[in-house]
Each structure stands twice: as structure tokens, then as C-alpha cells.
Nanobody
Framework: QVQLVESGGGLVQAGGSLRLSCATS????????LAWFRQAPGKEREAVVC????????VYTDTAEGRFTVSKDYAESRLYLQMNNLKPDDTAVYYC???????????????????????WGYGTQVTVSS
């Protein structure tokens, strides 16, 4: 079983920053395809950023491009999501997700459908006030 524990959410004003953390294991950081998703009230869960385990190929969705940065910290066994210039529309529960690698080298898991991911954390709430 993959352990994924999110933290770092909170209340922030528009234009502010937060860094989310996903505690896992060093093995998980290396082995699994990883992603951050978010789900706003009344909306579908959507991908924010996805990282392939095979080659580190990283895809940011339009939501995150230019404002969010994902990183792995092997010393701390954590996946981070640095979020800058936050907007009220970023208000959501943010989830860390992992998936067993299944795509051959050179191919990458689509960054979008939640069914692509097998393991989920419980999420951390991010609220951005205007």
C-alpha cells in the first residue's frame, strides 16, 4: 500500500503563496507515477501536474502553468507543490496521487483522468480569499 499524506494547505489572500507537501516514501518517489489533483466544491477532480517515474517527464495543466512548481525531495521523502500568485479559483481540496507505472519507455500517462491513478491521499484544503 502506498502512503500519501498531504499537508500545507490553509487560508491565503489572492496573490499569496503556499507550499503543499505529500509525505510518502523514497521508493514511492522513484517507482510510481505521481500527480497533484484538486477538487473544488461541486466540480470534478482535475489534474494540476503529473510526473512520470520513467524519465521525470512533467506536465502542468493550464491551471498550473507558470504559477505552480512540483518537486521531489528524496531526503524528506516528500513531493512538493509550490503555488504562487494564488487566485480565488484555486480554492479546492488538493490531493496527492500515485499510479503503478504501466506505460513503456517513451510513452507517458495522460495527465488528466483521475482513473489513471490508483492511490490517493486524503487531501489538504486550500482557500484563497479575494
Amino acid at each position: 500500500q502506498v502512503q500519501l499524506v498531504e499537508s500545507g494547505g490553509g487560508l491565503v489572500q489572492a496573490g499569496g503563496s503556499l507550499r503543499l507537501s505529500c509525505a510518502t516514501s523514497r521508493r514511492s518517489l522513484n517507482y510510481y507515477d505521481l500527480a497533484w489533483f484538486r477538487q473544488a466544491p461541486g466540480k470534478e477532480r482535475e489534474a494540476v501536474v503529473c510526473i512520470s517515474s520513467s524519465d521525470g517527464h512533467t506536465v502542468y495543466t493550464d491551471t498550473a502553468e507558470g504559477r505552480f512548481t512540483v518537486s521531489k525531495d528524496y531526503a524528506e521523502s516528500r513531493l512538493y507543490l509550490q503555488m504562487n500568485n494564488l487566485k480565488p479559483d484555486d480554492t479546492a481540496v488538493y490531493y496527492c496521487a500515485a499510479a503503478d507505472p504501466k506505460y513503456p519507455n517513451g510513452q507517458h500517462r495522460p495527465c488528466g483522468p483521475r482513473y489513471e491513478y490508483d492511490y490517493w491521499g486524503y487531501g489538504t484544503q486550500v482557500t484563497v480569499s479575494s
